[in-house]
């Protein structure tokens, strides 16, 4: 079973982490490179923040209607997805179309560990370099979600838990280690929203924030690096044993 898949126009506004869910208006672009820049962004967005694991129906992106979408030509949407086949998002089937890429259980094992071992890296360099105030502002990111209201409200919380995962890799400063861990984590938010309501991980998720972040608070490097590792990696334990959907 197929489905087709197409999205709102960007505006300049689409190289924010999620799109909206109204249709933006389209702004007027200076150049062609803008209208493949922009048409980029926001199918990798929308992609992104879409569940493709909820069922194992094959998602086709419809050249002509994203392009109807966006206000462009065909040939931005297409650059777009040339692109976002080299990064391993889509994938391009001779006289069929383009479909989004699902990945198997092992290379979503294998992102999580690569992830693993960024994220952690970062946060050695947050106990080192980031200033109070920031490490502060992880703080209040949770403010609203103890004593079991992340259960509650759990598509706030799995937004909030991304946000949280980012924030740490952006406060390292470290622009070689940032670019390929964004671009890893988009593939990882999809199988973290996922997995953020199975089991008891919401509020697992809850206490291992809180630790992490009384040991970046305390500068306490060694501890800060190991309970980040041992978060991410509890994550792939998570889907090895239980991600059957996966496979």
Known sequence: MNSSF??????????????????????????????????????????????????????????????????????????????????????????????????????????????????????????????DQEIAGLRRMFATFENGVARAHLDEYSEINIEFHQAIVRMSRNTMLIEPAENLFTHMRMIRRKTIGERDRADRSIRDHMQIIEALEARDTARAEALVRDHALGLAEHVAKYADYLD
């Open 6 to 131: 197409s999205i709102a126009p960007p505006t300049a506004d689409t190289q924010a982490a999620d799109p909206p869910d109204a249709r933006p208006a389209v702004n007027p672009l200076a150049s062609p490179e803008n209208f493949k820049r922009q048409a980029y962004v926001a199918l990798k967005s929308a992609i992104a923040a879409m569940d493709i694991y909820r069922s194992h129906a094959e998602i086709r992106l419809d050249e002509r209607q994203l392009a109807q979408d966006f206000g462009v030509s065909r040939t931005p949407v297409r650059e777009a997805m040339a692109q976002l086949e080299r990064e391993g998002f889509v994938r391009s089937v001779p006289r069929r179309g383009v479909y989004v890429v699902r990945k198997t259980r092992r290379e979503v094992i294998d992102l999580i560990t690569a992830w693993a071992a960024l994220e952690s890296m970062a946060a050695r360099l947050i106990t080192q370099t980031a200033n």
